[in-house]
């Protein structure tokens, strides 16, 4: 599922000329912007049909305070519709997808809850990465301001009940890198991805997941 802002001249050594010249400019960069976040996302999802890489991951309040530790981890997918996401610090967590079912599997709590795909994917995030769908159907997409060096686009779900209200993401060369999730309480998550390969070669073990012995299993 990676950065300095221009610092701009005072207002009051701008002639009017150049307000309104640089107001122009600026309209042109934004909706260069719009139109290269839409494309670089669609040629990701098109392009892109296996990648692996790692990520970082962060939550904090309305007010920036951090709700938890930072999760560490693994990823890797293959469209449509496979992909793992495996959290290594600060507690193993496994998120897996094999293309019918996705397992969410917990091994300190020795529970592993199982749901069919058609109720998982849909408008959530890991649709926007891993889906094969067309995004518009499920989202609603609009340009947004660069910053970090990134061209952002955000991704609003058409459901009311998706589980949050919208995600940014930001793209560095051709590749996301960065996503931030708001969900309803203000609540803001945000994955770094890194170290991204594209269209390795994938066992078929990868996206393949048994409940150790002892484990629990709900399905829902």
Request: glycine content about 8%; overall charge negative; cysteine-free.
């Amino acid at each position: 599922m990676a950065h300095a802002q221009a610092q701009g001249t005072p207002a009051g050594e701008l002639r009017v000329t150049e307000v309104v010249a640089g107001s122009g400019q600026v309209a042109q960069t934004q909706r260069q912007q719009g139109s290269d976040a839409r494309a670089l996302l669609q040629r990701f999802t098109s392009t892109v049909k296996t990648a692996t890489g790692q990520f970082s991951q962060e939550s904090r309040d309305p007010q920036g305070q951090s709700l938890s530790a930072m999760q560490t981890g693994r990823f890797s997918f293959e469209r449509p519709g496979k992909f793992r996401w495996a959290v290594d610090q600060p507690f193993e967590q496994l998120i897996l997808a094999d293309g019918q079912q996705l397992y969410q599997y917990d091994p300190d709590l020795l529970q592993v809850s199982i749901r069919p795909m058609s109720q998982a994917l849909g408008a959530s995030p890991a649709a926007l990465l891993f889906g094969s769908t067309s995004l518009e159907e499920n989202f609603t997409l609009e340009s947004q301001p660069a910053r970090d060096g990134l061209v952002w686009l955000r991704a609003t779900p058409r459901q009311t009940d998706a589980g949050f209200s919208h995600v940014d993401i930001g793209f560095g060369e051709s590749l996301p890198e960065v996503l931030e999730l708001l969900d309803a309480f203000g609540q803001k998550t945000r994955i770094r991805l890194s170290n991204i390969q594209v269209n390795p070669a994938l066992s078929v073990e990868e996206f393949h997941f048994s409940a150790p012995d002892g484990v629990d299993v709900v399905r829902m």
